[in-house]
């Protein structure tokens, strides 16, 4: 199933190796990735019930710029109050373990087809 972003936070500083597991426990993000290898983007990811996945990715080019990304399959209806729990939660995490939110995107939910009938 295709899933569609939803919001994206981007973040910036410095993790060390403590600093990046507590950020992935404080989300409890499945580990993926090592920090010491630059070319691992993508350090943790969470499929949440409801049809939701939280990723952490870092960008592998500039290593103290982060981001978070809340995608939702298709299909899936998710009410703007969960979806505003998870950016708060997202944001208090990253804030915790030092980073700094630099800018938040949100994106439109997908059109749904009107039906009608005549």
């Known amino acids: 199933m295709r899933s569609k972003r939803r919001w994206l936070l981007v973040l910036a500083g410095r993790l060390d190796q403590a600093g990046l597991d507590e950020l992935r426990g404080r989300l409890e993000l ?31 080019d500039k290593q103290d710029d982060w981001s978070i990304n809340l995608d939702v399959d298709s299909g899936v ?18 804030t915790a373990v030092g980073l700094t939110v630099v800018e938040f995107r949100s994106f439109p939910a997908p059109a749904r087809e009107d039906h009608q009938t005549t």
């Open 30 to 60: 499945r580990r993926m990735g090592r920090l010491t290898d630059r070319e691992d983007a993508h350090l943790g990811t969470r499929e949440i019930p409801g049809g939701l996945v939280l990723d952490l990715w870092r960008d592998e």
């Open 77 to 94: 209806d998710v009410p703007d109050e969960v979806l505003a729990q998870w950016r708060v939660r997202a944001e208090a995490a990253a």
